[in-house]
């Protein structure tokens, strides 16, 4: 049976218990007003504080291109807010004026929210891709560090090819194996189509994803004694392999579930999005396609052809990733 993964970052397991399908506090009256003072080359998130005594509202932006798999957003990146000034009317705050500002710590904070302590969470998030990010120099130059369990899709019978660098023309390293199915005595949930290979995501750039640790297809899963000794090995090192061949489960991020998010924070712009086999989105199943990743966010591409970032993918064949 399946052994107990062990995730490269500390605390995840204590994240992933919180509640799922969070909800946000309906949005203040002011933020449709301000939304006209978003620069066009950005996307307005939540409005996520309002200062009464100072009438000021704060307003998470990011930008237009961050759900683009040809220009991801990166939670490694500086942020940015538009800090409305806010006037009094007849239906309550609008927005005045506003201006654009770098968004450090002390403003982060998602105190409108009736969430069990959002912030708290968001700091251990931030906590965990700091810690990615300060590995970043281990990690070829140009890299988007990720740390996201996932899989191989290649179908070719001759294996998903690993390679030194981000290039079809780059060396091949070695392979990993197509979906293996155990001709005797397999176990009863081996999926339809065979145990795929799975592995690490430690890195992104420009339409491949960096890997490591892959094991065996199947072995986590099978009883030792009957998995065959010359069942097939892929390769376990570190290398690039192309993200179109790349697939995973979505898991609990501790975020809102049943969309996704415009960039990789959880105050972007949110979307409705559907699973492959109707509902919105949960931990039930994973995306149509894996386009980019950042820290533990994936850019996905959901069932029915939403584009977005979701907090945490896992490479589980048996169970959902909760």
Not at 137 to 148: A, D, F, I, V, Y
Not at 160 to 189: D, F, H, Q
Not at 294 to 304: Q, R, T, Y
Request: aromatic content about 8%; hydrophobic content about 35%; overall charge positive.
């Amino acid at each position: 049976m399946r052994k107990t993964m062990l995730l490269s970052i500390a605390g995840l397991a204590a994240l992933a218990g919180t509640a799922i399908g969070q909800t946000r506090e309906p949005e203040p009256a002011w933020r449709a007003s301000a939304l006209a003072h978003v620069p066009t080359d950005l996307v307005a998130g939540e409005a996520y504080r309002t200062d009464d005594a100072a009438m000021t509202g704060y307003l998470a932006v990011y930008p237009a291109t961050a759900n683009d798999p040809k220009s991801p957003g990166s939670v490694f990146a500086p942020r940015q807010m538009l800090v409305v000034k806010l006037t009094k009317a007849d239906d309550g705050l609008r927005a005045a004026s506003a201006e654009l500002k770098p968004r450090d710590a002390p403003t982060r904070g998602n105190r409108d929210s009736t969430m069990t302590d959002p912030d708290g969470e968001e700091r251990e998030y931030e906590k965990l891709d700091a810690e990615l990010g300060a590995g970043r120099t281990q990690l070829p130059e140009g890299t988007e560090p990720c740390s996201l369990g996932a899989w191989s899709e290649d179908r070719d019978p001759r294996g998903l090819n690993v390679r030194a660098e981000p290039s079809v023309k780059s060396r091949i390293l070695g392979t990993l194996p197509p979906p293996y199915r155990l001709k005797m005595g397999g176990a009863e949930n081996t999926p339809d189509g065979g145990w795929l290979t799975e592995f690490r995501i430690i890195g992104f750039r420009n339409g491949w994803f960096l890997i490591e640790g892959a094991k065996p297809p199947g072995k986590e899963y099978e009883d030792e004694r009957k998995y065959p000794r010359n069942a097939p090995k892929p390769y376990a090192g570190r290398g690039w392999v192309a993200a179109s061949k790349v697939g995973a489960n979505y898991a609990n991020g501790s975020t809102r579930m049943g969309g996704l998010f415009q960039a990789p924070f959880a105050d972007a712009k949110w979307t409705p999005a559907q699973r492959k086999l109707g509902g919105t989105l949960d931990t039930d199943g994973g995306p149509r396609r894996l386009l980019a990743c950042s820290g533990h966010w994936g850019l996905v591409e959901s069932a029915d052809g939403i584009r977005g970032w979701w907090r945490r993918l896992c490479s589980n064949q048996v169970t959902n990733c909760s």
